[in-house]
């Protein structure tokens, strides 16, 4: 997909080879660990995240879905996972993450990132600044044509009822009767058995 990312977080991924399963491709299940990276980088090693101590207790993930688009092949170009935040909550950031190689999508997920209180572990409000700097990142939708051509529209004839080829009733078979005639067997003489011609 040609697309213009607007206030996206970009991170640059290597595949790995140990992440190829028996069917040649990447692991569905290690997917996900691209996922948490681009998350951990965004939250916790972006400079400006650094630089205001945001989330100084880390995040917690409370929910991942995720669309599967194609198969992924371990090759010597990075991935880009892509980061974008959908939505800001009290406590969380509803983040959608695309797995891309090129113009190629592979994955979407969105994922829910809440932020944590570290007396009690649990979710706590998000603070000012950070809010701040997920804002940077929201409005993140692809602005884009996909770089396929559209397709062509086909008409169909519409078939109706009336335009349908109708079956004949079927009329029951009329048993004709059945004429016996005697059979001579050979070498007992006048024939007794009876037989259906």
């Known amino acids: 997909m ?9 991170l640059r991924c290597p595949t790995r080879w140990s992440d190829v399963d028996e069917n040649g491709h990447i692991n569905n299940a290690r997917l996900v660990g691209y996922i948490q990276e681009g998350i ?3 939250f916790r090693h972006h400079a400006q995240a650094v630089q205001d101590s945001l989330f100084p207790a880390g995040f917690l993930i409370a929910r991942h879905e995720i669309d599967y688009l194609a198969q992924l092949h371990h090759e010597p170009e990075p991935l880009q996972v892509r980061l974008t935040v959908e939505r800001l909550g009290n406590s969380s950031a509803h983040v959608r993450v695309d797995v891309c190689r090129d113009h190629d999508r592979y994955m979407t997920a969105r994922t829910v990132v809440v932020a944590r209180d570290r007396a009690s572990g649990r979710s706590r409000k998000l603070s000012q600044p950070e809010r701040r700097f ?3 990142y929201l409005s993140a939708r692809p602005v884009a044509v996909p770089s396929v051509p559209a397709p062509v529209a086909v008409t169909v ?3 109706t009822p009336k335009a349908m080829p109708q079956r004949r009733p079927v009329r029951p078979a009329v048993r004709q009767p059945v004429a016996l005639h005697k059979i001579p067997q050979p070498g007992r ?8 011609v």
């Open 2 to 10: 040609t697309a213009a990312w607007r206030n996206a977080h970009v």
């Open 40 to 42: 951990y980088d965004l």
């Open 157 to 159: 004839p519409r078939i």
């Open 134 to 136: 997920l804002s940077d």
């Open 189 to 196: 003489g006048p024939g007794r058995s009876l037989c259906r």
